[in-house]
Antibody, heavy 115, light 107 residues
Framework: EVQLVESGGGLVKPGGSLRLSCAAS????????INWVRQAPGKGLEWVSS????????YYADSVQGRFTISRDNAKNSLYLRMNSLRAEDTAVYYC????????WGQGTLVTVSS | EIVLTQSPATLSLSPGERATLSCRAS??????LAWYQQKPGQAPRLLIY???NRATGIPARFSGSGSGTDFTLTISSLEPEDFAVYYC?????????FGQGTKLEIK
């Protein structure tokens, strides 16, 4: 069974940092591009970042470019999102997701940026 | 950046009726478009990929059509569990943007 489990969310002050993790199991992790997608409270879905299976190709939304860093450790079947210079508008549930002809999504982890 | 515009923002229908949701791209995405359903408190669920292919386990009442810039998700006969928010996402270019969503509500 495929599982994606996010962790690392919480309350952080504006300007602060946080690192999210996504632990994967049930599939060949290194073969897949993995994504971070977020959803602000009561709002729509926003694609944040993607990283290819080997980590060579990385993409970011303009809204997080230069502040967020995506990475992965294929030996640990884990995906990460380092978030710096956090703003109130980064408040959201953050999902990790494998997308394609079949999608797998985690349950999400809530990040709240507030003083 | 490709912008996806969904219409209508809200669609009010009754069970058994046909629902037609639209997604328009600001430039061609070929057939690289997906549709998602999301219910409150849940992660999105993939319905359709590559514009017209149903994902595994998705009922036949869901169908997708279109190519280029204009796409449609059709639910042939609404079931009570279909009332949710629907999003389109383009998978042609980076960034992989989503539409703003269509809320399908019970009339």
């Amino acid at each position: 069974e495929v599982q994606l489990v996010e962790s690392g969310g919480g309350l952080v002050k504006p300007g602060g940092s946080l690192r999210l993790s996504c632990a994967a199991s049930g599939f060949t992790f290194s073969s897949y591009t993995i994504n971070w997608v977020r959803q602000a409270p009561g709002k729509g879905l926003e694609w944040v970042s993607s990283i290819s299976g080997g980590g060579s190709y990385i993409y970011y939304a303009d809204s997080v470019q230069g502040r967020f860093t995506i990475s992965r450790d294929n030996a640990k079947n884990s995906l990460y999102l380092r978030m710096n210079s956090l703003r109130a508008e980064d408040t959201a549930v953050y999902y990790c997701a494998v997308t394609g002809t079949t999608d797998y999504w985690g349950q999400g982890t809530l990040v709240t940026v507030s003083s | 950046e490709i912008v996806l515009t969904q219409s209508p923002a809200t669609l009010s229908l009754s069970p058994g009726e046909r629902a037609t949701l639209s997604c328009r791209a600001s430039q061609s995405v070929s057939s690289y478009l997906a549709w998602y359903q999301q219910k409150p408190g849940q992660a999105p669920r993939l319905l359709i990929y590559d514009a017209s292919n149903r994902a595994t386990g998705i009922p036949a009442r869901f169908s997708g059509s279109g190519s280029g810039t204009d796409f449609t998700l059709t639910i042939s006969s609404l079931e009570p569990e279909d009332f949710a928010v629907y999003y389109c996402q383009q998978r042609s270019n980076w960034p992989r943007g989503f539409g703003q969503g269509t809320k399908l509500e019970i009339k």
